[in-house]
C-alpha cells in the first residue's frame, strides 16, 4: 500500500519551459489536493479536486493547471515556468471532504532557473 | 477562509524537556490534524484530531473545538523531535495550514 505517490521528486526547469507534476492515491479517496511549500512557510493550497471530474481554485493558482485524470490520479502542470513557481510540491488526499485524515506524498522540489 | 494560527513560532528545547505548541484557529472546522515536517521535508501525520484528546506515546493533543483552539504536548522530548510542526484544519473541503513551529531539541 504506496499511499500518494509523486512524480518526479525533483527537477529543474528553465524559465518558460512546460512540466506536469503527477501524484497518484491507492487509498480510494474522492479529494485530492495540490499545495506548494515556500521556505519558511506552511503549505498554501494551489488547486484541488472535492471528486472525480471537478476542480476548484484554492489559495495560490495563478500560473497553474491541473486535471482530474480519474479517481486515483491528480496532475498539476506549469504551462510557463517562472523563477517565484520554485518551491516544494505536495499532492494529498482525503477520503471526502468531511471528517477524515489528510495523507500527503513525499514532495516534489522544484527549481525554476 | 478560515486563519490559523501558531505558537511559538520558534521553539528551543533541551533534551528531556517538555513543551506545549498551540494552534488557534478562526471558525468552526470538522477536520484537523498535527503533522511533524522532519528535517528531510517528508510530512508525517501525528493526530487527526476534530475534538477530544489523542496520545501516541510521547505525543498527545488536545482539541477544544468550542473554543477553537488545540494544543499539542511532547514530552520527554528528544533530538529526533526536531522540526516544523505543523496544524492543519478544514470545514468541508480545503485543508488549510497554519505557518507552523519549529522546534530544535539540542543534546
Known amino acids: 500500500n504506496a499511499g500518494v505517490t509523486q512524480t518526479p521528486k525533483f527537477q529543474v526547469l528553465k524559465t518558460g519551459q512546460s512540466m506536469t507534476l503527477q501524484c497518484a492515491q491507492d487509498m480510494n479517496h474522492n479529494s485530492m489536493y495540490w499545495y506548494r511549500q515556500d521556505p519558511g512557510m506552511g503549505l498554501r493550497l494551489i488547486y484541488y479536486s472535492a471528486s472525480e471530474g471537478t476542480t476548484d481554485k484554492g489559495e495560490v493558482p495563478n500560473g497553474y493547471n491541473v486535471s482530474r485524470l480519474n479517481k486515483r490520479e491528480f496532475s498539476l502542470r506549469l504551462e510557463s515556468a517562472a523563477p517565484s513557481q520554485t518551491s516544494v510540491y505536495f499532492c494529498?488526499?482525503?477520503?471526502?471532504?468531511?471528517?477524515?485524515?489528510?495523507?500527503f506524498g513525499q514532495g516534489t522540489r522544484l527549481t525554476v532557473v | 477562509g478560515i486563519q490559523v494560527e501558531q505558537s511559538p513560532p520558534d521553539l528551543i528545547l533541551q533534551e528531556g524537556a517538555n513543551s506545549t505548541l498551540r494552534c488557534n484557529f478562526s471558525d468552526s472546522v470538522n477536520n484537523l490534524q498535527w503533522f511533524h515536517q522532519n528535517p528531510w521535508g517528508q510530512l508525517i501525520n501525528l493526530f487527526y484530531?476534530?475534538?477530544g484528546t489523542k496520545q501516541n506515546g510521547r505525543l498527545s493533543a488536545t482539541t477544544v473545538a468550542t473554543e477553537r483552539y488545540s494544543l499539542l504536548y511532547i514530552s520527554s522530548s528528544q533530538t529526533t523531535d526536531s522540526g516544523v510542526y505543523f496544524c492543519a484544519v478544514s470545514c468541508w473541503g480545503k485543508l488549510q495550514f497554519g505557518a507552523g513551529t519549529q522546534v530544535v531539541v539540542t543534546p
Open positions: 484530531i476534530p475534538s
Open positions: 494529498a488526499s482525503l477520503r471526502d471532504r468531511g471528517q477524515t485524515e489528510a495523507f
